[in-house]
Structure formats: structure tokens, C-alpha cells
């Protein structure tokens, strides 16, 4: 089966690849725990020169200082960790997508893993990717196994959270989703060990078979594919060139703004 996945998913990715513009999405989860923090962590950021040809940056801080630091500068898209699929009324607690894009996001992390604990189904993250196709930001769908071993189960997992999440999606709108791939087993303080850029590389070539058989393979080819399992400056540039992804969600290190920075210039500069 694995020899499957990787031969014939390299002919079809190889054959087509496209150049694209990377893409570092800073994910802050449930930090910093005020809003002066905020400012101060998002004004470092925009202080600093990107090259926008060559990096795109995104900072996605919790919600209630969204609108708070898209007054502050417009030079770097903010995105929300969550939306509601359903439009405003008697949805307490919840945030609609046309709330959101109003606040000042331009993209929405859906499907993360520590949401997927919460009970968060593919059926649930399937209604709020079309609900943001429809009217809002911009989805980034998260995907990845909780552990990986030798039967190769993780395949079915991530085929599964795909096909479902994006059932009934046109083909002219897969564009629009950035996939970001986070294998639960190799995050956090709980993490088994650090995931390898060649593991990442074998289930990005697997994730574009598995959008190319269902979209087509021009479709497949153009999403943006990220990593997002414990990301930091010292394993970027080994998952940009071995691993051929198109850019990360970062968790922790987003919050420090010396190593985010030097992701950011690691992805800017990667051929």
C-alpha cells in the first residue's frame, strides 16, 4: 500500500507542480490572557519588513482582540480559530462568518485537532466550510492521525477527514481551502517525538491523490499544503525543501516573536 501511495501519487504531483507563494499562519490558541499583550506581540510583527512575493504571514489570535488588532494595522491578515456554520440569531457563544469577516478575518482555522477533541466532527467542519465558501474568510482545514504505526491506518484517517470535510464542494472552490496537515502524535509537550520531513512529504503526495481523484488533478494540485506539528526555526527549512510544504500553522512559537520571525525568513527564503 505504501509503495502504492507514493509511486503513483508522485507522477501526479510531479508532473504538475506549481510554483507558489508560501504562507506562515500564526495560530496563538488561548494567548496571550490580555489585550495589552496582544498589541504589543502584533505590533512587533508588523514592525518587521516581509516580502510579500515570496511569504505570506497570517496571525490568528483569539477572537475577542480581533477587531482590536485589525484597527491597529492592515499590514498583516488576521484570521479567527473557529466559526459557527450557522448565520446570526439564537446561537449563543458562537461567532457567524459574516461576523467574522466584518471583525477584520480573512481566514478561519477549522478542524484543528484540539477542537476534534472538543467532539468537533468532519460533518460539523464540512458545514462550516461551506458556510464560508458561501460568505466569509477563508477556511484553513486541519488533518492528521492521533498515531502512526506500521499497519499505515493514518491514511484511512486523513482520507477520511478529507473527503468528508469537503463533501459537496464545487471543484472551483478547492482553491480557496489551504489544507494544513498536523499529526497529533508529534505536538505539543505530549509529543511521542518530532515528526520527519520525508513523514510529511509521504502524506502530502497522499493528500494530493486523495483531492486529485476527487476534484481532478489540476484542482488537486493547486491548494496550498502546510505543516503544522511543532513547528519552529531549527526543523522549518527541512519541511520547505525535503518536505515540499507550502508554508506552516505554528502554535507555540507564534507567540515568541524572535523565533516566529525566523520562521517567517526561512519560508521567505526557501527555493
Request: proline share 4%; glycine share 8%.
Amino acid at each position: 500500500m505504501r509503495s502504492y501511495i507514493v509511486t503513483h501519487c508522485d507522477i501526479i504531483f510531479h508532473m504538475a507542480k506549481l510554483k507558489k507563494t508560501k504562507i506562515v499562519i500564526g495560530n496563538w490558541k488561548m494567548n496571550p490572557s490580555s489585550p495589552k499583550e496582544a498589541e504589543v506581540l502584533f505590533k512587533t510583527l508588523i514592525k518587521n519588513k516581509v516580502d510579500k512575493s515570496k511569504v505570506d504571514v497570517v496571525i490568528c489570535p483569539p477572537s475577542i482582540y480581533l477587531e482590536r488588532l485589525y484597527k491597529i494595522s492592515k499590514k498583516i491578515p488576521l484570521g479567527l480559530q473557529n466559526v459557527y456554520f450557522g448565520g446570526e440569531g439564537a446561537s449563543t457563544g458562537e461567532i457567524s462568518a459574516k461576523m467574522a469577516e466584518n471583525a477584520g478575518a480573512s481566514y478561519v482555522i477549522l478542524g484543528h485537532s484540539e477542537r476534534r477533541a472538543m467532539g468537533e466532527t468532519n460533518e460539523i467542519i464540512n458545514k462550516k466550510i461551506k458556510t464560508l465558501l458561501y460568505e466569509g474568510p477563508l477556511p484553513i482545514l486541519c488533518v492528521g492521525e492521533k498515531v502512526r504505526d506500521e499497519k499505515h491506518e493514518h491514511f484511512i484517517v486523513v482520507k477520511n477527514q478529507l473527503e468528508e470535510s469537503l463533501s459537496g464542494i464545487t471543484k472551483s472552490s478547492l482553491h480557496k481551502v489551504i489544507i494544513a496537515y498536523e499529526p497529533v502524535w508529534a505536538i505539543g509537550s505530549t509529543a511521542l517525538r518530532e515528526a520527519r520531513p520525508d513523514e510529511f512529504h509521504e502524506i502530502m503526495i497522499f493528500i494530493r491523490k486523495v483531492l486529485s481523484d476527487k476534484f481532478g488533478v489540476e484542482a488537486g494540485r493547486e491548494v496550498k499544503i502546510i505543516y503544522g506539528g511543532s513547528v519552529n526555526p531549527k526543523n522549518a527549512l527541512g519541511f520547505l525543501t525535503e518536505g515540499e510544504a507550502d508554508g506552516f500553522l505554528v502554535g507555540r512559537d507564534s507567540l515568541d516573536s524572535k523565533k516566529f520571525l525566523q520562521i517567517i525568513e526561512v519560508a521567505g527564503s526557501a527555493k
